[in-house]
């Protein structure tokens, strides 16, 4: 199998120096879990933007079944981008740190740092912290590495017959992964196997998110190796399509898949919600079962008088797929006002 994707290995490397247009990002993330349901991580992300290069902002979540959540968001000092042979293979800041060990073939993430201590329920209730930057904020010691080998080519954004679009001017890509590791939190080490999805964009400038009304991005890997991925951003409100693109993987091929019965976040629910739905490629109809397992939120950003960015549900979910069972990402995001009483 090409796990590039027939894709230049250059490309996975990260930006070296700090680029002419200050709008210019790039960005690594990754979602991680454990193949036990122990705990997951949904997003773990390092974000550079050409404006202010010397700067990253770090994003992760660490969740368990109980409820429990250790974050972090706030911004850092940037890692040096070289790796020890000189290549520009790291994008990191503060604590968080993703290297390109063998592009589209191998990446490691380490953490090692504090992580601030909050629940799904106080995120629910819009009481939780989001970062150490609180001053009252309870924290704990967390160490995190997970040696990441991925199992499937890369999916590039806008490669797979799309509907409507996505960031104008973003290169992004993902790709699914077999994972490996240890997490060490209240002083125990545990040792993990699992899977995760990583991320890599460059370029694309943000839109304002006045013509966004949320999103529903979903993926998973099974023990067979089939995987799928897709992302649908939600209609506008006159039913326009704004964007959607997705592929069922059969083990040797990506195939543009189409899906029905997106689950959207209508209600927000820390566990055991249904998420399923379908995929219709040549190959036929894929009908997934879902269910969320593990979920962190974050409430309603104010971005102005009368813009918003909706409530954000970022979790593992367990997936079913014709007898085969394995945990997955899930990501969605939906206006309030459309969300049921």
């Not at 390092?46 to 429990?68: H, I, K, L, Q, S």
């Not at 290549?87 to 740190?97: A, K």
């Not at 995120?123 to 989001?130: E, I, N, V």
């Not at 219709?280 to 008088?305: C, H, M, N, Q, Y």
Request: charged fraction near 25%; charge should be negative; proline fraction near 8%.
């Amino acid at each position: 199998m090409d796990l590039t994707g027939g894709m230049d290995p250059a490309t996975d490397f990260v930006t070296a120096a700090a680029p002419a247009d200050p709008t210019r990002r790039e960005g690594a993330s990754m979602w991680i879990w454990d193949d036990a349901g122990r705990f997951g991580m949904p997003r773990m992300a390092v974000e550079a933007v050409g404006a202010t290069w010397e700067t990253r902002t770090v994003m992760f979540n660490v969740a368990f079944p109980d409820g429990r959540v250790l974050v972090s968001w706030g911004n850092e000092p940037a890692h040096p981008p070289e790796g020890s042979d000189g290549l520009p293979r790291v994008l990191g800041g503060g604590s968080l740190r993703l290297e390109c060990i063998d592009p589209y073939h191998y990446w490691r993430l380490t953490f090692d740092g504090a992580a601030v201590e909050t629940t799904v329920e106080d995120q629910l209730a819009g009481r939780s912290p989001r970062g150490p930057a609180v001053d009252d904020a309870p924290t704990t010691d967390l160490f995190i590495e997970v040696h990441a080998r991925m199992a499937v080519p890369p999916w590039t954004q806008g490669s797979l017959e799309p509907a409507g679009q996505f960031v104008v001017g973003e290169q992004r890509f993902e790709q699914l992964f077999s994972a490996d590791g240890v997490v060490r939190v209240d002083g125990t080490e545990t040792a993990f196997a699992g899977s995760g999805l990583r991320i890599h964009r460059k370029g694309g400038n943000r839109s304002d998110y006045s013509d966004w009304f949320g999103h529903c991005w979903q993926s998973a890997r099974f023990p067979s190796g089939r995987a799928f991925g897709y992302i649908h951003y939600a209609p506008r409100p006159d039913g326009s399509v704004k964007y959607c693109e997705g592929y069922v993987f059969d083990g040797d091929d990506l195939i543009p898949a189409r899906v029905d019965g997106t689950p959207w976040m209508t209600r927000m629910t820390p566990s055991g919600q249904d998420a399923s739905f379908a995929l219709e490629s040549e190959r036929g109809r894929a009908d997934i079962e879902v269910e969320t397992s593990i979920s962190t939120f974050v409430p309603e950003i104010k971005l102005g008088e009368d813009l918003s960015f909706p409530p954000l549900q970022q979790g593992i979910a367990r997936y079913r797929w014709d007898g085969e069972e394995a945990y997955g990402m899930i990501e969605r995001s939906y206006p309030v006002r459309m969300m049921e009483s």
